[in-house]
C-alpha cells in the first residue's frame, strides 16, 4: 500500500501527559498537511511542510503543538500536557510538486484524552 | 479570510432519489474547490474537483460546477445508491496560502433501500 500512512490509529491518553503521532506520505510528495477533526465537524488546518521546512502554522496550534519533519519524509506531531479539549482526529495529508491542491489523506489518529 | 457553508444535514433518501448538496465559499484569492467523502470508517477521499469558474468536476456519477458569479460548487447526483451514505465535505483551497484545505462543516447522508 503506497498511500498515507499515520501511526498509531488510536490513542487514549491521561490529561497532563504527552503524546506523539507519526505520519508517513506518499513516497516523493513534498508537502505534508496536519489537520484536526472534531466529532461532526470539517477538518480544520494546523501546519504545513514543504520538504523539511515547516512553511505555515494556524492559530489553533497552541505552543503546546509542536509538530516536525526532519528529513523531509515523515512527519510527527507532538502534543505535550495534554487537555481534554485536544480529544480529535489528527489527519494528515500529502501532495506533490505538480498538483498540491490534490491531498490524499491518511486514516488519522483518533485522540481520546481523560 | 477563507470559508465554506455547507448546507445543513443530516440528509436522509431513497435509492434512485435525485441529491443535491449546497455549498457555498468566500475566498481571499482564486479559489480551487473540492468535495471530498468519508465512508463510515475509513479515511477522506477526494471525489471530485474543480479549479475555475464553470469548470465541472464529476466522478462516479456526482458532478458540481464551479460558480464564480453565485460563489457555489453544489453536488449532484442524479440517482443515489445504499453504498453513497456517507458524509460529504466540501472544501476549497488557494494556491497563494499553500494550498490548505479548508472545508464545511460536513453533510451526513443516508440512503435507504
Known amino acids: 500500500d503506497t498511500g498515507v500512512s499515520q501511526d498509531p490509529r488510536h490513542k487514549i491518553t491521561k490529561r497532563g501527559q504527552n503524546v506523539t503521532f507519526r505520519c508517513d506520505p506518499i513516497?516523493?510528495?513534498?508537502?505534508l498537511y496536519w489537520y484536526r477533526q472534531t466529532l461532526g465537524q470539517g477538518p480544520e488546518f494546523l501546519t504545513y511542510?514543504?520538504?523539511?521546512?515547516?512553511?505555515?502554522k494556524s492559530r489553533l496550534l497552541s505552543d503546546r503543538f509542536s509538530a516536525e519533519r526532519p528529513k523531509g519524509s515523515f512527519s510527527t506531531l507532538e502534543i505535550q500536557r495534554t487537555e481534554q479539549g485536544d480529544s480529535a482526529m489528527y489527519l494528515c495529508?500529502?501532495?506533490?510538486?505538480?498538483?498540491?491542491?490534490?491531498?490524499?489523506f491518511g486514516p488519522g489518529t483518533r485522540l481520546t484524552v481523560l | 479570510g477563507d470559508s465554506v457553508t455547507q448546507m445543513e444535514g443530516p440528509v436522509t433518501l431513497s435509492e434512485e432519489a435525485f441529491l443535491t448538496i449546497n455549498c457555498t465559499y468566500t475566498?481571499?484569492?482564486?479559489?480551487?474547490l473540492f468535495w471530498y467523502v468519508q465512508y463510515p470508517g475509513e479515511g477522506l477521499q477526494l471525489l471530485l474537483k474543480?479549479?475555475?469558474?464553470?469548470d465541472k468536476g464529476s466522478n462516479k456519477g456526482f458532478e458540481a460546477t464551479y460558480r464564480k458569479e453565485t460563489t457555489s460548487f453544489h453536488l449532484e447526483k442524479g440517482s443515489v445508491q445504499v453504498s453513497d451514505s456517507a458524509v460529504y465535505f466540501c472544501?476549497?483551497?488557494?494556491?497563494?496560502?499553500?494550498?490548505?484545505?479548508?472545508f464545511g462543516e460536513g453533510t451526513q447522508l443516508t440512503v435507504n433501500p
Open positions: 495529508a500529502s501532495s506533490f510538486r505538480n498538483s498540491y491542491n490534490e491531498q490524499f
Open positions: 513516497s516523493e510528495h513534498n508537502r
Open positions: 474543480a479549479t475555475k469558474a464553470d
Open positions: 475566498a481571499t484569492g482564486y479559489p480551487s
Open positions: 472544501a476549497l483551497s488557494v494556491e497563494t496560502s499553500g494550498s490548505r484545505l479548508t
Open positions: 511542510f514543504q520538504n523539511e521546512a515547516q512553511l505555515e
